[in-house]
């Protein structure tokens, strides 16, 4: 299996310079090929082949006058710019034609000069790692890297990134095998997974509450986006009030990153298997106020995806259950539907069923997702 690794990048001042130039040639040769594809789609010209788009706006491009700083660069920055743009028609072709699978994506759009920017290296492109732990970078120079853990193999490619931050990142992709954990008691480890958002998830036997990282760092925020408001367009203080913004998010998504990574592989290490409730985060979030907030601040789809991929690497057991399955209002002795209801049941945190009964409403849950997770895995109906 293919896995990424990122690591910070400290880049000197003439090296900052040289990867400037390096994302602002690749946002042009995305920008020219783009163009030149609609224009031919306008005028009702065949389609741009892959190879006539990098002869016209690579190779001849270098020659002329307009153009002739397109060979200050590295050649497969260029070419990896052009391999985008058919990835992101490939993929909007797809997704017309109902053949991809997930939300809708529009057709490529032009670039411009954002807060982040990125190139892609690949092994055309003879990069590599110098025996003092630096990264070889054509036309760039060797790089310091912080490195926190050793690669698996060699990198097929190495993607390097700039954050609306300005911090330099170095993001690897090799090829790794899986690694199988060892096996636990299946009737005692495995578990079911309760999201929600005054409770961050409910397993078997504990929870993980809410860490609410925007929500701590929300005053902070609000002084730094008003500092930001106040200041004069094109004026330094404006580039510095915008920079302190986006390293308050940056620190942000760190940390909830970081306690996704931890919460991930703390649940594979501990569980045979892992039955996740299929919640729909996007519906969720599209609501405005305080809960949708909220809703984008756990980022419960990113933890569903990284837990997802850990336990297909290591070997653990997983499912979904459907996001239809009356999990929380469903009683886990009689299986009766009496549970709380509706938003004004959102409250409600223990409930009483007819049977007799007593449960926590995210307890409650967790054993229901846990038993219909396992009926899935027995029966073979992974993708429910």
Known sequence: MKLRYQFRLYPSAPQKRELAAAFGCARVVWNDALRARKDAYDQGLPRLSAARLSKRFISEAKNTPERSWLGKVSAVVLQQSLRDLETAYANFFASKNGTRKGPKMGPPKFKKKASRQSVRFTTNARFKITHDGRLRLPKVGDVEVRWSRELPSAPSSVTVIKDASGRYFASFVVE?????????????????????????????????????????????????????????????????????????????????????????????????????????????????????????????????????????????????????????????????????????????????????????????????????????????????
């Open 176 to 384: 790794a095998e899986g690694k199988s954990l060892p096996e636990l008691d299946l009737d005692e480890t495995e578990t079911g997974i309760d999201l929600g958002l005054s409770t961050y998830a409910v397993l078997r036997g504990r929870k993980i509450s809410s860490p609410k990282f925007f929500r701590r760092q929300e005053k902070k925020l609000k002084r730094a986006q008003r500092k930001l408001s106040r200041a004069r367009k094109g004026s330094n203080n404006r580039h510095k009030a915008k920079l302190a913004v986006a390293k308050i998010h940056a620190r942000i998504a760190d940390q909830r990153r970081d306690f996704i990574e931890q919460e991930s592989t703390r649940i594979t290490r501990e569980s045979q298997a892992v039955y996740l409730e299929d919640l729909n985060v996007k519906g969720m979030g599209s609501r405005r106020g305080k809960r949708a907030k909220s809703v984008h601040d756990q980022s419960l789809s990113r933890f569903a995806r990284t837990l997802e991929a850990k336990c297909a690497r290591y070997g653990r057991g997983f499912a979904k259950v459907s996001r239809w399955f009356p999990s929380t209002q469903m009683c886990s002795s009689c299986a009766s539907i009496e549970g709380p209801k509706g938003r004004a049941g959102l409250h409600v945190r223990r409930w009483t069923c007819s049977c007799g009964a007593t449960h926590d409403r995210d307890e409650n849950a967790e054993l229901n997702i846990r038993r219909v997770g396992r009926s899935i895995v027995a029966e073979g109906r992974l993708d429910t």
